[in-house]
């Protein structure tokens, strides 16, 4: 009994651990930080994205309408089923066709006459005058009673079918015109995922400068901290007067305010970054450290060239070109005849008081001859139409050259400016050290070391901004000519060890 009590509490002693165990990597993975590339975040825009989701769905959603629009080429095919009771048996009211059945009394009267005339004593006597006789005698009875159909329930069904044949061009458009829509929103797709894609990657790129911006506000805080220190044991040594010290302390919170500030502003700019990709709150993540600078060559008519044939604008206009041509196709289709073969078999056909064929085939064709000048006015609406959209691509056309223009000059400035601030910050770096060697023999002033490092601060900060700018130029001449993924190996490519 007791090696029994030994072993199960052995066994719930390794159940535990494993149970532990297995909390603390669940804890741990939870809790892990996951840094994520360019590429892999854009990858999760477009995966977890819910704009792109609705507009993938458009898609198919067009889709399915281009395939339904396929449907009108082929004939269709219809079961007509149907039950009906009448309260009482249906009469036929003779005496609305008294005057035909007369009619046909003297024709048969006559037609006997003439074909038995000699065995029943009439004969000699002519067709005309049996008829006008026997319909004079006819008209002289009383009306005939109603004859009465015996059937109060009325079964139907019938299978009908309809091919179209010339429509005057309408279910081409028609299907010229789905087929439109269906490259427009597939247009609009990737104009949505270019959207977001050159979101992301500003997004993405602020996140980064500023993880460099608080690491040089760090460095400088740390040397801040470092010269308060360095102040003080010298104000004990009786060599810098006590007010000296004020001065460090102030230097020392400002450089801290700054740091926290540029802490908060991460924050939120790392909310935006996760708000784009779609990224629930528990997933922990983290962007590259860091990126170099590359020095880049553009080719403007390249570049304009590129433009003009991948826009996502331009593209989404030409097919409004092609459904307002359509458009006009189906209007003027109106005033062509519309032609179409159409079947019946019909079902239950001896329990209708009117016994109809079994089948009925046949061709039909109809042709508006008036509706008060609606068709007219809508076909010269649609001639506007087709000028509308031929005046929006001109125009967008001048837009999009303006736009790659000016984006191209703003990465050209950018460029620019970084490579100015390449000497500036190297002079205030050294400018640093040399004051800060200078009050650590005693021979310079603590506002010099103070005044040295807040100026290579601004410089190395106004640093990363111009190299920040420089590519999130570059991003927006891309995303102007339609390729914004164009900048994504250029980026990976430039990170710093």
């Known amino acids: 009994m007791n090696e029994f009590i030994h072993l199960l509490s052995i066994k719930m002693m390794r159940l535990i651990n494993t149970t532990l165990l297995i909390i603390l990597c669940i804890v741990n993975t939870y809790g892990q930080e996951r840094k994520i590339s360019l590429s892999e975040a854009l990858e999760m825009s477009y995966s977890n994205n819910e704009n792109i989701k609705r507009y993938a769905e458009r898609v198919e959603q067009k889709n399915y309408e281009d395939k339904a629009a396929k449907g009108n080429f082929l004939p269709s095919i219809n079961l007509l089923g149907g039950y009906t009771y009448l309260s009482e048996n249906m009469e036929v009211n003779t005496s609305q066709v008294q005057s035909s059945l007369d009619d046909l009394g003297g024709k048969y009267g006559a037609a006997f006459i003439q074909a038995y005339g000699d065995q029943i004593g009439l004969s000699g006597v002519s067709a005309e005058s049996a008829f006008s006789t026997l319909v004079g005698v006819l008209e002289q009875f009383p009306a005939y009673p109603n004859v009465t159909v015996d059937n109060q329930q009325i079964y139907t069904a019938a299978l009908t079918a309809t091919q179209p044949i010339f429509t005057g061009g ?9 087929k439109a829509e269906l490259e427009s929103s597939e247009i609009e797709f990737k104009q949505v995922k270019d959207e977001i894609a050159t979101e992301l990657i500003d997004r993405y790129l602020t996140v980064v400068l500023l993880k460099q911006v608080i690491k040089t506000r760090q460095q400088v805080y740390d040397g801040m901290e470092t010269h308060k220190a360095q102040t003080e044991r010298a104000i004990q040594l009786e060599i810098l007067p006590k007010h000296v010290l004020l001065r460090a302390k102030v230097a020392v919170a400002d450089a801290e305010k700054d740091l926290n500030n540029d802490k908060n502003k991460l924050k939120l700019a790392e909310l935006a970054l996760r708000t784009t990709m779609n990224l629930p709150e528990s997933e922990v993540f983290t962007v590259m450290d860091s990126i170099g600078y590359q020095n880049l060559y553009f080719d403007f008519k390249e570049l304009l060239d590129t433009a003009n044939s991948n826009q996502p604008i331009l593209e989404l206009i030409d097919q409004k070109e092609i459904m307002a041509k359509q458009a006009y196709a189906l209007e003027r289709s109106k005033f062509m005849p519309n032609i179409a073969a159409f079947g019946t078999y019909n079902m239950f056909r001896e329990d209708l008081p009117i016994i109809p064929p079994k089948f009925i085939v ?59 601030q390449i000497a500036t910050v190297e002079l205030a770096k050294e400018n640093l050290r040399i004051n800060i060697r200078r009050f650590e023999e005693g021979l310079g002033k603590s506002i010099d070391v103070i005044d040295a490092s807040l100026l290579y601060e601004k410089s190395k900060i106004e640093q990363l901004v111009a190299l920040d700018g420089y590519y999130k130029a570059i991003a927006h001449l891309y995303s102007a000519i339609g390729q914004p993924e164009r900048i994504i190996p250029i980026i990976s490519n430039q990170i710093l060890p």
């Open 170 to 178: 309408k279910i081409i458009a028609a299907k010229k015109y789905a």
């Open 362 to 420: 046949g061709v039909q064709a109809q042709l508006n001859i008036f509706n008060g000048f609606k068709d007219v006015n809508k076909l010269k609406a649609s001639k506007h139409l087709q000028q509308e959209v031929k005046n929006a691509k001109a125009y967008t056309s001048q837009q999009i050259k303006l736009l790659v223009e000016s984006n191209y000059i703003n990465a050209l400035n950018q460029q620019k400016l970084y490579n100015s």
